[in-house]
């Protein structure tokens, strides 16, 4: 068995962990644990002792090694695994497209009497109606993790969030009242909840799963003293963003930590969370299902270019802070196009990212710019395929739908399609209880222990552990969104935007020291007693 992890060994043995990994919950990409002729189900691994935690840490490791498992000596000079496996051969092994059903509660993980298992479905959160708009955006941009201002300036944090919300409000209500009015991402992810609920009830697992939103109704808040009030014991945080991203799990995740911090029963109560599951087998496969279906709409599906649009994120949170985004992002892709392959559909593809807000740059290619790169190139059928977010959204209903759509049309492109977010596609509801299920013997445990989680660029763990694998730093980033937006090339852009905030910062200091100015008349400031 070509598993190199095993000759390693660990200096400060003391105690001994066993794990069981099913082997549907490995990750199509370890290609030392999948081999060709042989699937191996119930590998047992005995961990002698708590792995050290600058392995967590991602910056040291290249992503190469984090894929390769723990086979690097320069990573875990000395880690020794005692490994049982149970190998079938190829004719054991079940389904490609697994039932729902396999994976079912081993009865050593079912809740014990007087336990309550609960599921924390974490989301961003959307406007339901136009007046909920400049609220919802002051929340959004009151966030550290979208907005991290110089310390010196934390402070105005809160006034600069009225400022910008303000502001941006009327071109974001357009878009909101283009789609209907507000956001429907409240309906859908209680939908994706109860979705859950049922197929963990299937699974032999009564757990009850509550949503907690970023930004708007119901606010995480409301979730936390909702789970405190049913006596819950035992929770999986699962944030509904397949990809990891400092701004919005990373994000959900901070404030969570604040609230457990700050809460006696909370700081007590088992939980683990769920930070990212792009490279599970059956989000992929939903998506595959997704894009398969839409492909043989196109008269000549051959012929059709399958374009993935994700959200954007500004470059630097990737490149200074270390958000595993982007990464994870192109892993995504590279798996579900795999998936895709595999149905024999050999259609070309392009990632490209979207949204992007403010003078700052963001991740490249912009998605605006390709399609009309794209059409220059003779594309004349294009599939848009959202890939960071499971719910139908502002950005999809509109920016992709209405916006790219007129844009593709422009550009040459004759015939335009579009794959409808998962929703509560089943493959991707079973899946997703798989994963609360396969997290569940790791709730209150050391998580660090979970080989499996470890596959992804951020480890399975508590929130505590989890926030303290990335980002630890706290980097000041710049502010992603515009303040202030003139000039005619894209460098007199950027430089007039810092300028610009400066200015406004100096401003706000002004008006915070002094109690006077226009903020004060407008009433954005409250006033000085
Ligand atoms: C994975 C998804 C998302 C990432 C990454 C993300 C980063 C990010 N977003 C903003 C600014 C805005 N986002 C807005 C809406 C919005 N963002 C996401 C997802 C991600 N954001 C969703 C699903 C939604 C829509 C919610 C809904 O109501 O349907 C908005 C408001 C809309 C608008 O005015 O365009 C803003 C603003 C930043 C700055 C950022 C990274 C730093
Ligand atoms: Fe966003």
Redesign the pocket.
Known sequence: MDFDAASATHRACSTSISLTLHWSSLPQNTNNLRQPHAEYRDVKLSLPTRLPSSFLKRSPVPRQKMHSRISSSDVLPQVSLDISVDERTAGDRPEKAQSPLLTNVASSNKPKDGERVGVLLLN?G??ESLEDVQPF?FN?FADPD?IRLPRLFRFLQRPLAQFISTL?APK?AE?YAAIGGG?P?RQMTAEQADALSLALKGKNLPAKVYVGMRYWHPFTEEAISQIKSDGITRLVVLPL?PQF?I??SGSSLRLLENIFREDEYLVNMQHTVIPSWYQREGYVQAMANLIEKEVYKFEKPEEVHIFFSA?G??VT?VEDAGDP?KAEMEECVELIMNAVKDRGINCQHTLAYQ?R?GPVEWLKPYTDVTIRELGKCGIKNLLAVPV??VSE???TLEEIDMEYRQLALESGIKNWGRVPALGCEPTFIADLADAVIEALPYVGAMAVSNLEARQSLVPLGSVEELLATYDALRRELPA??SLWEWGWTKSAETWNGRAAMLAVLLLLVLEVTTGQGVLHQWGILPPIN
């Open positions: 961003l959307g406007p955006l959004l979208i941006r974001s878009g956001s991402l963003y991203s701004s919005t959200h994120v500004p949170y985004y949204s807000v960071s977010f959204h502002i950005e992603p969104v």
